[in-house]
């Protein structure tokens, strides 16, 4: 028979590991390809530019990236890959936004049917990042956070585009799915103390509004 005080520290544990699955499941490193993968599926493309555009997509924006920081951490030089030292995000968020950067001009030169969005894409992909360094200096937001929502206003647009031939199911799809994902992941950031309630809300904020303004600014370039 459990006692209070054990049921207690049971569910803790239960929504701590609940937490960490979503955390690590919604990491900014997965939802980049994952908006790519998206997308093709929305603009109804092929398999093979779907796979040759979630490849790279994989190399840029994930591997390389988590490649660094998990060196980072096997060389003592961060204690954890959530980062919470906002004093050590530096590095990584340089590394980062050069990888992102190769990433996305490979991806912007891509010759596929949908490339003048694509381009589109890729930019902000690139772009918030380095606004992230910039805000990072002076207030630690949640990356998970402003990473779905860039996600969702990257979904939303696109959903609203009218250049190209488009599969609604995927569209609609794919966004009542990020727009479920942004709260979890904001719990999920909160519930394992990385951030307060304003950082996960400003995250979430930075990635939606800033990211709507850029797509709607090129896209009427």
Known sequence: MKYPAQKSNT???????????ISDAANPLVITPLVFLMVGWQFCATYSELFSIVSLAL??????????????KS?????????RDKSKRSKPYFFTIGSYLAGSLLISNFSISWNSDLWIIATCFFI????????NRRWKVSIHSAATGTAISVLYVMMHSTQYSR???AG????????????????????????????????????LLLTYGELTLMMNL
């Open 75 to 83: 060389s003592g030089q961060i204690n954890n890959l959530d980062i």
């Open 11 to 21: 569910v803790a544990t239960d929504r701590q590991s609940v937490a960490r699955y």
């Open 59 to 72: 190399i840029f924006y994930s591997v390389i990236p988590f490649g660094f920081i998990y060196y980072l």
């Open 167 to 169: 599969n609604p199911i």
């Open 172 to 207: 609609n799809v794919s966004f009542l799915f990020l727009l479920i994902l942004l709260p979890l992941v904001m719990w999920s950031r909160y519930q394992l103390d990385v951030h307060s309630v304003p950082q996960v809300l400003g995250g979430a904020l930075i990635g």
């Open 128 to 135: 918030n990042p380095v606004i992230g360094y910039i805000i």
